[in-house]
Structure formats: structure tokens, C-alpha cells
């Protein structure tokens, strides 16, 4: 490998930063990391198209930095991709290839090969590297890979070719105001988690964790550990200890931590932070299934009042180490009214039986009994009996047995005795009375970066 290569991107690393050019939310331009890339392909001998491109970023410093390299002629083999990609400053490091195993023509599709500066890439990568190699090909319209266009539906087939080897194939769509969605795999909660553990490995006490809120391992192409808190300046507070949060993630089998407050700083619902070290990244500036699965997480717990197709947002990397990489993600859930749900396992632990159902309710509807605790303009003069489950004649019943108890106590005084009550086992299980609107199911989730 020509040494030349590493040390090119290392020269000017601090100016590249700061001459670089965004175009809405995206780094079109040339950078030093790219002449690096180029001049690493150029020691095997060959050539490549090189762009530095920002995905979710809100200011012309954030979200998460993709170099994309076009390789149409499918020139790279995995030995020289993996050290082109050891020389890059960026984040991530993708190569746009044509897909040789499409099966119908009609179908716009091209296949993409994730890596990092370290090798592998792991699954919750993948929406970033996506988003990227989307506009790069919207952009730039190369002629040996398919033409996409506002309306267009690709499929995407991505792969980690060292390390972590996976493949997946993912269905995106590109509106008619240009914005990509790309469709995440149906969230699903699968446990609770134990405070006193997440504290510990946040550095925090109780008094700053949102304890009204649960602590919950939430499933959407990975699963991650969302913890509520109080306020975003908790957030930007926390100083954890990365040993302790890799121990609780392996205990509890998720990929990272998601903290989360409804104290949004930018005009979002939520304000977010992701301390992701078990794959040697310890915070991620935009993590995309992570804020799929925290939208999915408020409407089933409901917390927030959302809308079927509602684009939420979520703001992220205003505390991403020495320097903010202020970052949003737009989510939306499309929710079908009396559908039956899987969102929630019934012997997932900690889960209790009544949150796995499922009913007909978005929006306000789903948040009106939280609003009804908190004394908000929901409360009436008039109780909402529809809530209990009880017989005509259940007040009358047990007024009844107080009267026979009482007798029987009497009796037994007057023979000197005590009177004790036989314990008879229950005839039935006790019932919760149901909650006033039960969230209606989840069908598809989308992710959106701008």
C-alpha cells in the first residue's frame, strides 16, 4: 500500500472540516479523506469516484459522515475495499456496486458494501450508509447504475463483508419532494430493564431518571436499551462508564444504550444521545433504528399522542463528545386500527399483560388516560364507568358479605372463640380494568433523513 494514501488524509484533516461544503442536508463536495481514498485505489492501480457526503444533519457540521464511492464496473475486490477503508477519516466508508442478482428488470435496485475505518459494520450502520448512496446516485446519475427519480421505489441489497458478516435487503422510496424513506423492520419491545444497573452505568441517581416512564430493550433491526430522563440537560451531563454500560448490555443481549428526554432544544418531540461502545463507536451522532424503535416505544407506552404516517422527529448529537454534531431523524409509523398486535411479547418479564394489547387508538385518544392522571383538560365531573368490568349487582354483593362476616365474627365471641377465615383459593384471577384507549398496532415503520 502506498504510504502516501494514510498520510494525506491525516495532513489536513482540521481544514478539510472546516471547508466543507453542505447542500441541504447533505457534504457534496470533495474532500482530503476522498483525494486519500483516491489516491489509495490509485496504488492498486485503479480508479474511483469519491464523495463525502453527511446524513440526518441539522447545521453544517452534524449528523453521521459517509465517503460513497461508486464503483459501477464492480472493479474492488473485498481485499482492497477493506484497506481503502482503513485510510478514511470518516465514519463510514460505502461502495455503490450494480446488483447482479436482480430478478425482475422493472425493479430499480443496486447492491452496497458497508465498511468503517476499522473493518466491519455493524447492522444499526446501515440506514445512514443507505441514505447516503441514495443521494449520491440521485445526484451524480451515473450511466452503469439505475436512474432514480422523485417517485422512485429501489431495493437495496446491503452487505459487511468482514467481521460481522451479514446481509440484508432493504425497500426505500424517494417521494415527490425528493426526501428518502427507508423502511425499518417492524418494532417489537421484548423486556424491561433494572434501574438501579442503568443508573449506575449512566453515573446518574434515581432523581434523574423519568421514573413514570419505563426502562425498556425495544427490537427494531437491533435492540436498544431506552432510558427516559428528566431533561436534556441531564443529557448533556451524563459522563457514563463505557466498562459498566457494555456489562448491562450483555446482560440484558442489546446493542446500545438510547436516552432519551421530551425536552426537545430544536423544535422536535424528543432530544435523544446513543452511547454505543460495544462497537467501538462510544456515541453515535444520528442512529437511526434506535429513534425508530424510542417512536415506537412512546406510542405503545402511550406517551405521546402520534398519528398514523405522522412525521416525528428526533434530535440527537447536541452532546456528542468534544463537539456537537446536531443531528435529526424523522420517523413515521404507519398504525392499523384493530389489527392484532405482536408488538409486545406476553412473557417478555417486566411486561405486564395489559400493554400487550392492542386496540383502534392513535393520537390523543391514545394519551387520554396519562392526560387524565396528570389533571389535564380531559377530566370531567362525570366517572368513566366504562373502565371497570363489574356486574350490576357488585356493590350490593359485597355489602352482603360484610354483613355475613360480621355475624359470623359476633358468633364466635359469644362461644369465647376467634373467628378466622378459611383460605380458600381464588376462582379466578384478578382483572386490571382496561385503560381507556388501547394504542392501535404497528404495520411498517419508515426512517427519513430531512
Request: net charge negative; hydrophobic share 40%.
Amino acid at each position: 500500500m502506498n504510504p502516501k494514501g494514510r498520510e494525506l488524509g491525516r495532513a489536513r484533516l482540521g481544514e478539510s472540516e472546516t471547508s466543507r461544503l453542505r447542500r441541504s442536508l447533505f457534504a457534496t463536495s470533495a474532500t482530503t479523506h476522498a483525494e486519500a481514498l483516491k489516491a489509495t485505489a490509485q496504488a492498486f492501480g485503479k480508479q474511483c469516484a469519491v464523495r463525502s457526503i453527511c446524513t440526518f444533519t441539522s447545521s453544517e457540521r452534524g449528523g453521521n459522515q459517509v465517503a460513497v464511492i461508486e464503483d459501477s464496473g464492480d472493479a474492488f475486490e473485498t481485499r482492497e475495499m477493506v484497506r481503502i477503508a482503513e485510510t478514511c477519516g470518516e465514519g463510514f466508508v460505502v461502495f455503490v456496486k450494480p446488483n447482479r442478482r436482480r430478478v425482475d428488470p422493472s425493479t430499480k435496485s443496486f447492491k452496497i458494501c458497508l465498511l468503517t475505518p476499522g473493518g466491519g459494520c455493524h447492522r444499526t450502520m446501515l440506514e445512514s450508509m443507505a441514505i447516503a448512496s441514495l443521494f449520491d446516485l440521485v445526484d451524480r446519475r451515473p450511466p452503469d447504475l439505475p436512474l432514480l427519480t422523485e417517485g422512485s421505489k429501489v431495493r437495496i441489497r446491503a452487505e459487511s463483508i468482514v467481521e460481522q458478516v451479514w446481509q440484508v435487503e432493504v425497500s426505500t422510496e424517494i417521494d415527490d419532494l425528493g426526501c428518502f424513506w427507508i423502511e425499518a423492520p417492524c418494532p417489537r419491545i421484548i423486556s424491561q430493564a433494572p434501574e438501579m444497573e442503568v443508573c449506575e452505568a449512566l453515573n446518574v441517581n434515581m432523581l434523574a431518571i423519568q421514573t413514570d416512564l419505563p426502562i425498556q430493550v425495544v427490537e427494531c433491526a437491533a435492540r436498544h436499551l431506552l432510558v427516559p430522563v428528566r431533561s436534556r440537560r441531564v443529557i448533556g451531563d451524563l459522563d457514563p462508564h463505557w466498562e459498566l454500560i457494555c456489562e448491562v448490555c450483555k446482560l440484558l443481549h442489546c446493542e446500545d444504550f438510547h436516552v432519551f428526554s421530551l425536552d426537545p432544544s430544536a423544535g422536535g418531540h424528543v432530544h435523544t444521545r446513543n452511547f454505543n461502545p460495544m462497537h467501538r463507536m462510544e456515541e453515535e451522532a444520528a442512529s437511526a433504528s434506535a429513534n425508530a424503535a424510542l417512536v415506537a416505544y412512546l406510542h405503545v407506552n402511550r406517551i405521546l399522542p402520534i398519528e398514523s404516517n405522522e412525521r416525528i422527529m428526533c434530535e440527537q448529537g447536541y452532546s456528542c463528545g468534544l463537539r456537537s454534531k446536531p443531528s435529526k431523524v424523522f420517523v413515521k409509523l404507519q398504525l392499523e386500527a384493530g389489527k392484532s398486535s405482536s408488538l409486545i411479547g406476553v412473557d417478555a418479564p417486566g411486561v405486564t399483560q395489559q400493554n400487550s394489547m392492542s386496540g383502534d387508538a392513535t393520537g390523543e385518544a391514545v394519551t387520554k388516560e396519562r392526560q387524565m392522571m396528570k389533571g389535564s383538560r380531559y377530566i370531567s365531573n362525570q366517572m368513566d364507568e366504562t373502565r371497570f368490568n363489574l356486574p350490576d349487582d357488585y356493590y350490593q354483593e359485597q355489602a352482603r358479605r360484610a354483613i355475613e362476616l360480621q355475624i359470623k365474627i359476633e358468633a364466635a365471641k359469644r362461644a369465647g372463640k376467634v373467628y378466622k377465615e378459611e383460605d380458600k383459593e381464588p376462582t379466578a384471577p384478578a382483572m386490571l380494568p382496561p385503560p381507556l384507549a388501547l394504542p392501535a398496532p404497528i404495520s411498517v415503520a419508515f426512517i427519513h433523513a430531512g
